[in-house]
């Protein structure tokens, strides 16, 4: 049975993929609108003759070349306003992907304003045309209930243009950018932090471990490790993990190994030279269907892309195109959060294990040296010649070094440090800011330091 944590996981996932897409909301809009397009002049023919008097007077009250003229202006200037919306949203996708990083275009993509807006704008047309084929030029009754909802939501569709206008010129500072993308990965670190599944010393590994070869080339943007435990118990097996989420794997090459279980469980299918043939396919099949592999990183289990996405909007900020260091420090801000979350998240299991506690699944986990060096090093590298982006890199090593509560974590800040003053020595600087660059590495080295005595 899925855990808790398997669940939310798996809610996560679904509704990533979901929202990253703009048609689904789109498409819904348009279906309740025809069934109401149909409904509605149904109800009108029946209720039409019994309707109070204030409500007749407020009810659309034309005949049928007005309803028709009516309809057809809402329908005419809804595809136009249709129009307008999807080529701004290209124009804000174009922007984002020129001026931030091209891994944004997907957060945009999930832009809910995006979604209702072209639900209200596209639903409205529908219903409009769908309400216009019943209006007769020979018929007597004019759906009156049906023209004036169709008025109603016309008046909802201009409100929500101006709201998108407001939205997408909120959406384009990339002030905006860097908070949805600092929300998104902290929500992320947040699922990742609340595992609850039950854990187990690591077996040692052995000699004849068997590899899994992935089925196709992509990102890993996610593993079903309810379903690795479950596989590995029922096979009286061991799995390995050998990519992590975010990671880029090459199909044909190991993604997972897996041996059996030294005490042969009752389970086992795979003791003894490692079972029949069908019993390890069967086995390296389900471990295969474990890891999800698409075209492109994304984030609900993968804690390492938001980090990837905000160092991207650094680097682009320090570009020659754009020469924007103020952006790549508001980006090393974000950054140092980011990472001060993930130097707060509890020490990874060794292992998952089954009901019984066995020791099933031996999970890889992106490394902290390998996620500070994802937001840090190109900033460094590009970045070490301004003397506010080397500030603030000083600055990000002290605030993350707060958290840091382990050896290993304060090790990996104090060897960016050493590369950061190393980087600061070879830049052109005048001695008041070399000065200045010595008290702040000063300060970082003795907060790294005071964690160390607090941890003795």
């Known amino acids: 049975m899925p855990t808790s944590d398997g669940t939310r996981r798996w809610w996560a996932t679904l509704s990533e993929s979901i929202s990253s897409r703009i048609w689904p909301l789109p498409v819904a809009a348009i279906v309740a609108a025809v069934i109401a397009g149909i409904l509605l002049p149904i109800l009108d023919a029946a209720v039409d003759e ?13 005949g049928t070349d007005a309803a028709r003229a009516v309809l057809t202006t809402i329908a005419g200037s809804l595809i136009t306003a249709t129009s307008l919306t999807f080529s701004l949203t290209v124009v804000a996708l174009q922007l984002a992907s020129n001026q931030a990083s091209p891994r944004l275009l997907r957060t945009f993509a999930s832009d809910r304003m995006v979604h209702v807006t072209l639900a209200v704008f596209l639903g409205t047309f529908a219903y409009a045309l769908t309400v216009l084929r019943t209006v007769s030029d020979t018929g007597d009754l004019v759906p009156r209930i049906a023209v004036t ?13 101006v709201l998108f206008l407001a939205h997408l010129a909120s959406r384009l500072r990339v002030e905006t950018m860097l908070r949805d993308v600092h929300r998104e990965t902290t929500r992320t670190i947040a699922l990742v932090g609340a595992d609850d599944r039950p854990t187990a010393a690591a077996p040692e590994r052995p000699a004849d471990s068997r590899p899994v070869l992935a089925r196709r080339s992509g990102f890993v943007t996610g593993i079903d490790r309810d379903a690795l435990v479950e596989a590995a118990r029922d096979h009286g097996a061991v799995v390995r993990e050998l990519r992590q989420v975010g990671a880029s794997v090459i199909e044909g090459t190991p993604v997972a190994e897996w041996w059996p279980e030294r ?10 030279e490692h079972g029949t043939r069908a019993d390890r396919a069967a086995l390296e099949a389900a471990v295969v269907d474990a890891y999800h592999v698409g075209y492109e990183r994304t984030s609900p289990q993968d804690i390492g892309f938001g980090l990837r996405q905000l160092a991207d909007i650094a680097a682009k900020a320090l570009s020659p195109g754009v020469n924007d260091p103020t952006t790549a420090v508001h980006a090393l801000s974000h950054i140092a959060a980011v990472l001060s979350d993930l130097a707060d998240l509890p020490e990874a299991p060794s292992a998952y294990a089954d009901e019984d506690g066995a020791a099933r699944v031996i999970p890889v986990r992106h490394e902290f040296a390998e996620l500070v060096e994802v937001g840090v090093q190109q900033v460094r590298r590009y970045g070490a010649s301004d003397p506010d982006v080397a500030s603030r890199l000083f600055e990000l090593i002290d605030d993350v070094g707060r958290h840091a509560t382990r050896a290993e974590h304060r090790r990996v800040l104090e060897g960016q440090l050493d590369r950061l ?4 020595a070879a830049a052109d600087y005048d001695p008041h800011e070399r000065a200045g660059f010595a008290r702040l590495e000063g300060r970082a080295r003795d907060v790294l330091a005071q964690a160390d005595a607090t941890s003795v």
Do not use: Q
């Not at 909802?149 to 243009?161: D, K």
């Not at 005490?263 to 003894?272: H, Y």
């Not at 003053?421 to 600061?424: F, L, N």
């Open 149 to 161: 909802v169709a008025f109603a939501l016309t008046l909802a569709s201009v409100v929500m243009l």
């Open 263 to 272: 005490d042969g469980g009752a389970g086992s299918d795979v003791a003894g």
């Open 50 to 62: 019994h309707l109070p008097g204030w409500l007749g007077a407020i009810l659309f009250s034309g």
């Open 421 to 424: 003053v190393a980087s600061v």
